[in-house]
C-alpha cells in the first residue's frame, strides 16, 4: 500500500492495495495509521460491487444509522447517491457538514466509492478541524472549552428544510419528517478518541445553537467559527475516478459536495460507521 499526501497537513491518495478482498491483519493496521495520520484517505482504483464495498466496511467498524435516506433495497446500510446529468434543486452534501452531527452518537467515518464519475467537477472538498482549532489563539480556546453545540437536523430535513418535502423530480429518496426538529447537545471541543488530538465539532448545516449562550451571542461566535473553519489552509479535495472509494473521519474534518457539474451524472455508494458520544 502506497500512501502519498494531498496537501502539507492532511488527507492522502492510497494506492498498490485491492480493498475487494479481505485484508490481512497488519493491512488493516496500516490503513488504520494511515487514517489517524491523514483524516481522509482517497484509495484509487479499486473495483467493488455493493458486496465486497460492504465487506470493506466491516472490516473496519460497525455500520451507523442512517435517517432521513432511503436506502439500497436489500442493503440497509448503503446509500447511492445518484445525480442525474439533467436534475437541478439542492445537491445532496453540499454545505460543510460533520456527517449526522445530530446524533447521540454521530458516525466515525464516511465510506463513498464512485460509480459515475462527470469528466469533469463532482469532488468533494474536506477542512481539518484539529487544524481549525489549533490556529484559535489561547483565549478563544478557553471560551469554546466548556461550551456545547446544539446539533439538529432541522434546516435539512425539518418540514421546511432544504429536503424537507418530498421531491419526485429528486434521483434520491429522501424523506424529512418531524424527528428532524430535535436537538442534541455536543461539546464544542471534542477529543478525537483514539489520537487524543483535540478539535472544532461545529458546522453550519447542522449546529444552530450554543446551550451555554443567548441566541444572538452564540450567532456570533458560531459565524465567526465556521468562517474560521473554512479557511483554505485547512482544506483539502478530492478528484474522483471510477473506483475511487474515499473514507473521512467525522470526528475530525468537515465536508462538502462540490455542486459543478451539471449536464454530467454521478453516482456514488455512501456507507458510515459507528461513532461514539463525542467528548
Ligand atoms: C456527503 O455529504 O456525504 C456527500 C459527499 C459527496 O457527494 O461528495
Known amino acids: 500500500m ?4 494531498l496537501t502539507g497537513k492532511f488527507g492522502a491518495d492510497i494506492t498498490d492495495t485491492d480493498v475487494s478482498r479481505p485484508l490481512r491483519e497488519n493491512e488493516l493496521t496500516e490503513l488504520r495509521e494511515a ?3 491523514y483524516s481522509v ?12 464495498f460492504e465487506a470493506f466496511a466491516l472490516q473496519l467498524g460497525n455500520f451507523g444509522e442512517t435517517p432521513f435516506i432511503t436506502p439500497v433495497d436489500g442493503h440497509p446500510n448503503v446509500l447511492r447517491l445518484l445525480r442525474e446529468a439533467d436534475e437541478a434543486g439542492p445537491l445532496f452534501g453540499s454545505g460543510w457538514h460533520s456527517d449526522w452531527s445530530f446524533q447521540d452518537q454521530p458516525p466515525s467515518a464516511t465510506l463513498l466509492y464512485g460509480v459515475d464519475i462527470p469528466p469533469a467537477g463532482g469532488d468533494t472538498a474536506f477542512t481539518q478541524q484539529e487544524q481549525a482549532y489549533d490556529a484559535l489563539s ?7 472549552e466548556p461550551l456545547h453545540g446544539v446539533h439538529s437536523a432541522r434546516r435539512s430535513y ?3 428544510g432544504t429536503f424537507g418535502q418530498r421531491d419526485d ?11 428532524a426538529l430535535e436537538t442534541r447537545s455536543h461539546p464544542l471541543i471534542r477529543t478525537h478518541p483514539e489520537t487524543g ?3 472544532l465539532f461545529i458546522n453550519e448545516v447542522y449546529t444552530i445553537g450554543i446551550t451555554e449562550l443567548h441566541h444572538a451571542e452564540a450567532s456570533a461566535i458560531l459565524s465567526f467559527l465556521f468562517e474560521h473553519c473554512r479557511r483554505i489552509d485547512f482544506t483539502c479535495r478530492v478528484r474522483w475516478q471510477q473506483g475511487t472509494l474515499t473514507m473521512w473521519d467525522n470526528r475530525c474534518v468537515q465536508h462538502y459536495a462540490i455542486d459543478d457539474y451539471f449536464g454530467h451524472r454521478r453516482e456514488m455508494m455512501r456507507a458510515t460507521l459507528a461513532g461514539e458520544t463525542p467528548q
Open 197 to 199: 488530538r483535540k478539535s
Open 169 to 179: 423530480r429528486r434521483s434520491m429518496e429522501i424523506i424529512g419528517d418531524e424527528s
Open 158 to 160: 425539518g418540514p421546511s
Open 35 to 37: 487514517f489517524a495520520e
Open 41 to 52: 484517505l482517497a484509495i484509487r482504483e479499486q473495483n467493488l460491487t455493493i458486496d465486497s
Open 2 to 5: 502506497k500512501v502519498t499526501p
Open 138 to 144: 489561547e483565549g478563544m480556546k478557553e471560551l469554546l
